[in-house]
């Protein structure tokens, strides 16, 4: 995947025909990934339920 195509898709942007993604600069980018209260763990292979998490 191309760097340009790559900060759209972290941005959550569609490119349309004709535009592009240009980005100046870059130092860090944190992405944090958080569960909602309840939800279940699952197995990303099986579909398992997970416990101990």
């Known amino acids: 995947m191309r760097d340009k195509d790559l ?3 972290i941005l959550g942007i569609k490119l349309l025909a004709g535009q592009q993604c240009r980005v100046g600069s870059v130092r860090e980018v944190t992405v ?3 569960q909602e209260a309840g939800a279940k763990q699952c ?3 099986c579909g ?3 416990t101990g998490l």
């Open 7 to 9: 900060h759209a898709q």
């Open 32 to 34: 944090q990934v958080e």
């Open 43 to 45: 197995c990303s292979t």
């Open 48 to 50: 398992a339920g997970l």
